[in-house]
């Protein structure tokens, strides 16, 4: 069954305090795997998309990294701001953009 | 800016009350997505337009129904709400498998 897990599912950070979140997937045919940032009562934000082993995007203070069995988004110096639900989700259809989510982390950076 | 728009943001109806959300976007997107998603889960896929072939997720409700009249609009009907439809529920448009742009969500509240 095609699954994806996300870890841990709470983390609280002090402002400038670096770490890594977690997601661990098994889909048969891997097309992509993103990253959302979603807010208290808003949609999901789209942050990354990773195609293959090895692969890495940055955008400020965070970088989305890819292996064959999990991603890793590592979030170096956090602010307050950074605050939020992050989600991982994998891309499981070559035509549309279906895709599975993980339940996410909510991470909490205090100042 | 293109974006996507769900009307209404709040949505409360009494059990059983047949209930319609609304999605809109201005991205010209050919695929529209559904998604529910109860407090602290992961979205939920229930069904999605690729152009105008709807297709339906195996473990969605019949009581769920939906109407994409034109590209640009897409419609949510939940025939007779129960309370565990209470959730927010989520529209998304990409463009074939391209990364999803979320709306903010419509909040469903059953009385």
């Known amino acids: 069954e095609d699954q994806v897990t996300q870890s841990p599912e709470a983390l609280r950070l002090q402002e400038g305090e670096s770490s890594s979140l977690n997601c661990s997937y098994t889909?048969?045919?891997?097309?992509?795997l993103f990253w959302y940032r979603q807010d208290p009562g808003k949609g999901p934000e789209f942050l990354f998309t990773?195609?293959?082993a090895g692969e890495e995007k940055e955008k400020e203070r965070l970088k989305a990294t890819l292996t064959k069995k999990e991603s890793f988004l590592h979030i170096t110096a956090p602010k307050p701001e950074d605050s939020a639900t992050y989600l991982c989700?994998?891309?499981?259809?070559?035509?549309?953009?279906?895709?599975?989510f993980g339940q996410g982390t909510t991470l909490q950076v205090k100042p | 800016d293109a974006m996507v728009i769900q009307n209404p943001r709040y949505q409360v109806t009494q059990f059983g009350k047949p209930v319609t959300l609304s999605c809109s976007q201005t991205?010209?997107?050919?695929?529209m997505y559904w998604y529910q998603q109860k407090s602290s889960q992961a979205p939920k896929l229930l069904f999605h337009?690729?152009?105008?072939?709807?297709?339906n997720e195996a473990d969605t409700p019949d009581n769920f129904q939906s109407r994409r009249p034109n590209t640009s609009f897409c419609f949510l009907d939940i025939r007779s709400p129960g309370l565990g439809d209470a959730a927010m529920y989520l529209c998304?448009?990409?463009?074939?498998?391209?990364?999803?742009?979320f709306g903010d969500g419509t909040r469903l509240s059953i009385l």
């Open positions: 989700a994998v891309q499981y259809s070559s035509n549309t953009g279906k895709l599975i």
């Open positions: 998304a448009t990409s463009r074939d498998s391209q990364p999803q742009h």
């Open positions: 337009y690729y152009d105008k072939d709807f297709n």
């Open positions: 889909v048969s045919g891997l097309r992509g």
């Open positions: 990773l195609y293959s």
């Open positions: 991205l010209n997107h050919n695929v």
